[in-house]
């Protein structure tokens, strides 16, 4: 059994490789899989799960939480986000207009056919750097193709998806990094991976699964940090082919896991390992936030209020209104559904790129933005900050980001700068740095307009 597997995916992995990106049949659609997986015994003296997915290997401790409530923003922060616990909101979107509209590719063509996407090809077991290319092209091939979206949102997107309750006030609101589309067909398999920031990932159609791994066994796998202070880690393994006598601490490594279906969010925490496949017309997004150490819920109304005031209401409607008034009620509190365009994210993606929303920055903006990007650690070093600064600047004519950091620090070519330093460093000083990026900014909107 497990020998034959080994042979059929061996021949795939071959003509997948010959007949490179182009394969003349859809891809295999089903959502069917056992997960976690069933382990055979094996008595031939090989260890269980040699050279199998990730999973096999040993039995899993238990699923993540899994709860069907969504909860305030304050105990979403008390009971998941400062526990460093995942957890799967069941059916947190169901009943909502894009669970229906964006089942139908034809819909998504009509209507952002023409906006340029970012795609990554998979090459066998490789990726090609991500490519642009228009959503109508996408969607025409990725039931053939290997290739998959994994992109910033395009702002025109965002009016369609909800944003939820949980993130709609409260610091997290105030803290909101990026927000991605995740888009792919058939089977796909990620890097056992952490995010620098706090992720909400909801599922729209398809079926995902996700193995977890606490950080303690972060050797298990080599992994390792993407750079100093990142937050943000990797390992190289291949996830979908375990090798066991090399990396033997894995036979041995709890795991827990979820399996998300459409209407499903999970919530993962910053620098948490997780593992990822994607079964199916997969289409997801994720909501990235920053973590802080100081939460602050006081502008949300509290959930006792807004439950009575919404009972009185619904009460109102069904004694005085019409069904038809009804029927308008309810498109018009759909529309008034917080979606994701109502709030503020640092990056956006508009005209095929990912930029910062926030155009010209004044020297006090560029400190609240390095101070999101700190997460709720006390220092930044130098690698966070040029890993930021690279994706903003690509002009060699400009000042290099070690030449833009200096600027910042008291003392030059230090290492980091602290949480206080940060907040000590005069407008002014600031000012010159964020001048560079307005300059590019400027240079940007002058090129859009051509
Ligand atoms: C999409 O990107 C291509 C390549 O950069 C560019 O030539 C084209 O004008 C873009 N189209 C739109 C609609 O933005
Ligand atoms: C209920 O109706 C009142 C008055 O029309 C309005 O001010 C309030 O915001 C409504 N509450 C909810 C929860 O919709
Ligand atoms: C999303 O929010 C905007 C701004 O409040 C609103 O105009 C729009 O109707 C909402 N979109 C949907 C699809 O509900």
């Known amino acids: 059994m497990h020998f034959f597997s080994e042979i059929s995916f061996v021949i795939f992995i071959c003509f997948v490789t010959i007949s490179r990106a182009k394969i003349g049949f859809v891809k295999d659609q089903s959502v069917d899989r056992p997960f976690p997986p069933i382990i055979e015994k094996s008595y031939t003296g090989i260890p269980d799960g040699h050279l199998r997915p990730l999973g096999y290997q040993r039995r899993a401790e238990k699923p993540i939480a899994s709860v069907q409530q969504q909860p305030s923003p304050h105990e979403f922060n008390i009971k998941y986000v400062l526990n460093n616990k995942p957890v799967n909101f069941k059916g947190a979107m169901l009943d909502l207009p894009v669970m229906e509209l964006w089942d139908d590719d034809q819909y998504l063509k009509d209507t952002y056919g023409m906006i340029n996407m970012t795609v990554i090809v998979r090459r066998g077991r490789a990726f090609d750097p991500p490519k642009k290319m228009l959503f109508k092209k996408y969607l025409r091939d990725y039931m053939y193709d290997d290739w998959f979206i994994s992109s910033t949102i395009p702002q025109e997107m965002m009016i369609e998806l909800p944003l939820p309750p949980f993130l709609q006030c ?161 498109k018009e509190k759909e529309k008034k559904l917080p979606n994701l365009s109502n709030v503020k994210f640092v990056w956006t993606y508009t005209g095929g790129e990912r930029r910062l929303t926030m155009g010209t920055m004044k020297g006090d903006d560029l400190r609240d933005l390095l101070l999101l990007m700190m997460r709720d650690q006390d220092k930044m070093t130098y690698e966070q900050f040029e890993h930021f600064y690279l994706e903003i600047i690509d002009d060699p004519s400009l000042p290099t980001a070690r030449e833009a950091f200096d600027l910042l620090l008291v003392k030059k070519k230090k290492k980091e700068i602290t949480r206080t330093q940060l907040e000590e460093v005069p407008s002014t000083a600031l000012y010159k740095v964020a001048s560079i990026f307005n300059d590019v900014h400027k240079k940007g909107s002058r090129h859009d307009e051509l």
């Open 170 to 330: 409260g610091s997290y609101k105030r803290r909101l990094i990026e927000t991605e589309l995740w888009m792919s067909s058939g089977d796909l398999s990620s890097k056992l991976h952490s995010h620098e920031y706090h992720d909400l990932h909801c599922v729209l159609f398809g079926r995902k699964d996700m193995i977890f791994i606490d950080n303690q066994y972060q050797k298990s796998f080599a992994f390792h940090e993407k750079f100093p202070n990142a937050g943000a880690g990797e390992s190289d393994l291949d996830m979908d082919m375990i090798n066991v006598f090399k990396y033997k601490a894995i036979s041995t490594t709890p795991w827990t896991y979820t399996t998300l279906r459409p209407g499903d969010c999970v919530f993962i925490p910053s620098g948490y390992p997780h593992q990822v496949r994607s079964y199916g017309r997969s289409v997801s997004f994720a909501t990235l936030f920053s973590p802080t150490k100081v939460f602050d819920s006081s502008d949300c109304q509290s959930p006792d209020l807004a439950d009575k005031d919404k009972d009185k209401n619904a009460t109102d409607d069904s004694d005085t209104k019409s069904p038809k008034d009804k029927i308008e009620a309810a």
